[in-house]
């Protein structure tokens, strides 16, 4: 069987179980995403909820974000990690936002991964859950970590993943692969202890194959 046979037979199985993906990080708009998608670089949705459930009354526009102090925006984010850092970009992306985009996010690929803190994946989450834009392919630890034990890729180099799903994914799948490996990989295929024998891809998965006698 072909990987792109296997992703056909993958997506199907996912798409009935998942249903319609969606981010897990909670937001009332656009910027909002921006600002938690920032903050979820190494730290979980979970705990950006709950950080952005406050933050998020005072944070509105990048205007509320240029106009508070340094270090109450760090106090106010401290629990995600690398607050000092995640802190600094915010404040830099908030005024280039206000200076350049009237306020507003730009809609590609490279005007995004201009702004400090948001990269290439940040830059694919934000275009795809916001404008339905498929650009690129999210890859987060699930889906690196998900896409070798499938046997689709064999590094651990996030853009050299991307490359290589890019040629075999049809471009229809491309925000909804992230979004199931990342749903799947939460739910059965969990770091150093998946469930193998409960996957529902597992017939597809090399590592799942090798963990019986499929």
């Known amino acids: 069987m072909t990987n792109k046979d296997k992703i056909k037979y993958i997506m199907d199985i996912l798409?009935?179980?998942f249903g319609k993906p969606k981010t897990a990080l909670n937001y009332n708009n656009e910027y909002q995403l921006m600002v938690a998608v920032v903050l979820s670089a190494q730290c979980t949705d979970a705990r950006?909820?709950?950080?952005?459930e406050e933050l998020f009354k005072?944070?509105?526009?990048?205007?509320d974000i240029d106009n508070m102090e340094l270090s109450e925006l760090e106090k106010r984010i401290y629990q995600t990690g690398f607050y000092k850092n995640k802190a600094l970009n915010l404040k830099?992306?908030?005024r280039i936002l206000i200076?350049?985009?009237n306020s507003k996010l730009p809609q590609t690929l490279e005007e995004l991964i201009e702004?400090?803190?948001?990269?290439r994946k940040t830059a694919n989450v934000?275009?795809?859950d916001l404008w339905n834009k498929r650009i690129g392919i999210v890859v987060d630890t699930h889906v690196k970590r998900l896409s070798n034990l499938i046997g689709f890729v064999n590094t651990d180099n996030p853009e050299k993943i991307e490359k290589e799903l890019i040629?075999?994914?049809p471009k229809k799948y491309w925000y909804e692969y992230s979004h199931y490996l990342i749903l799947q990989g939460r739910d059965k295929c969990i770091a150093r202890r998946p469930k193998c024998s409960e996957c529902e891809i597992r017939k597809y998965c090399d590592y799942g194959r090798k963990k019986g006698d499929i």
């Open 48 to 52: 950006v909820n709950i950080v952005t």
């Open 126 to 128: 934000l275009l795809g």
């Open 167 to 169: 040629k075999i994914i």
């Open 99 to 101: 200076e350049k985009y």
């Open 15 to 17: 798409s009935k179980k």
């Open 58 to 63: 005072l944070v509105e526009k990048p205007e």
């Open 92 to 94: 830099k992306n908030a």
């Open 115 to 119: 702004l400090p803190g948001v990269g």
